[in-house]
């Protein structure tokens, strides 16, 4: 049988900016939307990135220490459906860590594309989802999402009594992180004009 592999953009061993408690996250590369102002340009291109097995990288999860879960973004993950549906699987039943999950398409429209059959088997896996895409006139710090048209869905039990606190909280962290090349990666959802008013502070700095 052929392994499976799965496009990534970045992947980062631990923080906790996204998602409850610390967690591992894995950012696929290619997305087809071009929301204003995204958040990972560098994750829209379909070509760019790396191909990673998705043994390897279950290999990578399992030996970290600490995190009790995997947050899994983009680009957009359904592009690579079956990818994801493995790497989702995986996650549950070799690591048994719980699983959230980021898109810019709508549940509906995802339950329409995959069918509802399929869609029910797969989101039995996912703890946390979070859908829809980023706008950026409606990003009003909301935790856990880009702007506050995405929905928040709770699969499971796991962090349902949390409901209420996660999606009223207007408080977001971010953290940075240096890849593979040298290059400083952001970590987690800015507020709105971020980076504009951060291009601006470091040119002060060297003024």
């Known amino acids: 049988m052929e392994e499976k592999t799965i496009r990534l953009n970045h ?7 996204l998602g409850p408690g610390n967690r591992y996250v894995i950012w696929t590369q290619g997305c087809l939307k071009r929301c204003r102002n995204c958040i990972n340009p560098a994750g829209q291109s379909l070509e760019g990135g790396y191909l990673v097995s998705i043994n390897s990288l279950m290999e990578e999860i399992r030996a970290q220490t600490g995190i009790n879960g995997v947050t899994i973004s983009g680009g957009e993950p359904f592009l690579q459906f079956d990818g994801l549906r493995e790497l989702v699987h995986q996650i549950k039943s070799a690591a048994d860590y719980d699983v959230m999950l980021y898109s810019g ?23 946390i989802f979070i859908d829809g895409s980023y706008r950026d006139e409606l990003n009003y710090g909301s935790l856990y999402r880009g702007s ?26 971010i953290e940075f992180d240096i890849d593979k090349d040298g290059q400083i990666v952001m970590v987690g959802i800015p507020p709105q004009n971020f980076y504009q008013e951060f291009i601006n502070r470091i040119g002060e700095v060297k003024e």
């Open 148 to 173: 506050d048209n995405q929905q928040i869905y709770f699969f499971t039990d796991k962090y349902k009594s949390f409901e209420e606190e996660i999606v009223h909280t207007k408080n977001r962290d």
């Open 105 to 127: 398409y709508r549940l509906q429209e995802i339950i329409d594309k995959i069918g509802k059959a399929q869609a029910e088997e797969f989101f039995a896996d996912v703890d």
């Open 11 to 17: 992947k980062l061993a631990s923080t906790k900016v």
